[in-house]
């Protein structure tokens, strides 16, 4: 017998665990790339002050990349040990991603950022620059692979249930990479990755440039994070905007309940700008609407119709009844995979074998023969995520992407102005830009996997049936460990960052140290390539 | 010969190497970490030896992800199942391998000695605890672990969490934290001088006498424990679940395959002369030498361990004939078939590429350039 306490209590887990690596890796995602970019100025004008920056703002990625790494452990194995039945029944799909991950992407970006921090003084400027840049395709590689395994949770392709092995094998590993989920969310959330660095970059310069401090560091910074963010900021909302289109035709619930939208409305449909949605009595309490605009905003057309929660409901207790014999006759495949009444009724059924599943969860001794009506209806209203959190976590992201991009222009045109530095209110505004990028990522993160409930693979495995059987006290031990454990984290790495964003960088040690490795010979150099550091 | 037979073959080779390039690899860092407060006695000490793997232990530390990673895409139902089953155990492992990068990384951020000294404690807990958990889980399948499954392979664990500390695991641990301490102490020679090196060579040459202890007291223990024997079940070379097979307990089983090849005996010796050499070689002072010889015990160790079991992975105690072996927890041909793809072509490269680093970073690691360098750990 499944428990519902421990499903939620490994919900809760795997969200804070999530959550949590989530605020690290876009930070990473982007600072990689801006450091390349600062080093490849440094490279290719020889200018020392790029070569400053490279090296203030790698220490404090690298204060960032330690617990983006500590925490990604945690997510490698926690498929396993706490959603079992979810890794053996999309194990076969959803493995790959994350073993190529590794092979291609993870094992590149860990040796060379070792290369990176380590290789200033043992590699030539060429080959050194060659490293940060091979940092940055291998954190962006790494997304790409996480974001194939996602977008199969989304929108499963590429896949079928075997009945003989009792899971959903692999059919088609094209489909399954390029699967426009993935694709589309790849590109986003990358970017989102971007515009978080160019905010975390900009807001920090604008520090001191408030103070007054490392002036020429500050300014370039600040300008090259503007140019880059704006472009980043423009592009997310863009492809998020690409990534809705998908997400309408494969995953209609969530688009429902972004929207708001209960009833199915004749094209073009009013758009909801602020509601308070009501679960229960699925209304909407009061909403503010703009005539005519969700319909060319979701399907890039005007006549197209996209369906609200109600008729996806009565879909769903359709498919909930016609599922539940696929259920029984893998119940008898299981002992006896070659009985021919069951396949037959096993591939009669098969394409709603997941809401077959679904109908378990409340079924009397979740046994879906014998489910009634009242519990398929049950079944069938489960199918639709929360709608209240869903159409309030994508405004939030949406709010802050369009607040960054105003940010961005202004940051762009002061700085091209020249005139950055006398524009105090901005200055004083930047900084506290810093969280907003983190908390858009959050909000992402939530819209895309709250909207993808009641599924671990949308239509396919219901997130119910997918957490391991642990006790109720396993699994409120390792929360609270976890919760424990990442909280001392992140005052630690607050403290150092705080820390050593304050100190500021290093101007005695930069102007004395060499860098890089003698054109020729060995040994440790003591001549490297010095050159005189510009005050401006 | 089948293809889909040969796959799960080769896959099960396949983890076997990621499962020693892991014990190695990892093993020598974690090693270190174990080693630091006793090698190091000054601060600036401490920071050579951190040093000393500061460029590395990341990309290392990717051979563990990777058998994370690589057992879910080909052994999905073992990923699953163990996973799950050493719920507590593998906490335990998480819990402490995440601290590490955050040893690395801040401990020499501030100059506190009070902060510094509770980072070298964190690295010494991180380092033995999660080698500890490595071997006692190799241990515990060896043994057998209490689970069973539901008609829908819902698996279920129904042994508590002292049992997978079982006398058996823990030494199975305590040798796995020994080799582990060999090539952390082998690494450190290669890379420190003075008194460092000495007293690394110190704790090297005694956690291979450990070890080799604890591998002949072992392979005694297995050869009188309670094996399995799978005595019937679908062909190998076709898909199948754990659910229509016979397994049968006997004594001592664990021993049949190297009765039936005696050539297999190889695998155990080779662990054996790998320690012993290894010993003699860290003696004389051999330290790159020492570390091919660890590499080679590692080799042993986990072989030896493999073939005994094969063609089982993790047997059940609960109901035996639901054990997993390779036949019955491998992925589909199709799964199996592009990850050999992605494999031929990118463990050569990461191998040139990792090779390459340690080639850069080559040579002693010296106090005052630690000092000097605010890069560095």
Known sequence: MINDTVVELSRWQFAATALYHFLFVPLTLGMSFML??????????????????????????????ALGVATGLTMEFEFGTNWSFYSSFVGDIFGAPLAIEGLMAFFMESTFIGLMVFGWKRLSKGQHLLVTYLVALGSNL????????????????????????????????????????????????????????????????????????????????????????????????????????????????????????????????????????????????????????????????????VPGVKELEAQAAERVRNGIPAVEALKVLSADPTDANALAQFSAHKKDLGYGFLAKRYSPDQDVSKATNETIAKAAKDSIPNVFTMFWTFRLMVAFGLLMLAYFVLAVIFSLRRDIHRQRWFLRIAPWMIPVPFIACEMGWLTAEIGRQPWTVYGVLPTWMSASSHSVGYMAFSLAGFVLLYSIFIAIEMYLMVKFIRKGPDESESSSAPDYAPVSGGGVATAGVMMPRKEN | MELYLFLKVLWWVLLGVLLIGLAVMVGMDMGVGTLLRFVGRTDTERRIALNSIGPHWDGNQVWFILGGGAIFAAFPLIYATAFSGLYIVMMLLLWTMIVRPLGFEYRSKLPSAKWRNMWDWALLVSGAVPMIVYGAGVGNMLKGVPFHFGWDLTSYYTGSFLSLLNPFAVMCGLLSLSLSIYMGGVMLMGRTEDDLYSRSQKAASGAALVAIVLFAIGGIWVSTMNGFVLTQSPAPGVAQTPMHQVVQVASGAWLNNFKTYPVMWIVPVLGFAGMLLGFFSVRGGKSTLAWWLGAIAWIGVIGTAGLSMFPFMMPSITDPSQSLTLWNSGSSQRTLLWMTGFTIVFVPLILWYTSWAFYVMRGKVKGEEVEADSHSY
């Open chain 1, 36 to 65: 390349a970019a600062m080093e490849t100025v440094y490279v290719t004008t020889g200018k020392q002050i790029y070569r400053e920056m490279a090296h203030f703002w790698g220490k404090l990625f690298l204060i960032n990349f």
């Open chain 1, 142 to 305: 790494s997304a790409l692979w996480i974001l194939v395994a996602n977008g199969f949770m989304q929108d499963p392709q590429g896949a079928a249930f075997n009945p003989v092995t009792m899971r959903m094998e692999l059919t088609n590993f094209a489909d399954l990479i390029f699967s426009p989920d993935a694709q589309a969310k790849f590109v986003h959330t990358s970017i989102a990755g971007y515009v978080t660095a160019a905010i975390f970059v900009s807001g920090i310069s604008a520090f001191y440039m408030l103070r007054g401090r490392h002036k020429e560091l500050a300014r370039r910074s600040f300008r090259m994070a503007s140019l880059f963010g704006v472009l980043a900021t423009a592009a997310v909302i863009t492809l998020g905007d690409a990534l809705g289109f998908v997400g309408a035709n494969a995953q209609p619930t969530k688009l429902a309940a972004m929207e708001a939208m209960w009833e199915t409305e004749p094209a073009p449909a009013p758009f909801n700008v602020a509601a308070w949605p009501d679960q229960e009595s699925q209304t909407n309490k009061w909403s503010i609407q703009i005539p005519y605009v969700l319909t060319p905003l979701l399907t890039h057309t005007m006549s197209q119709e």
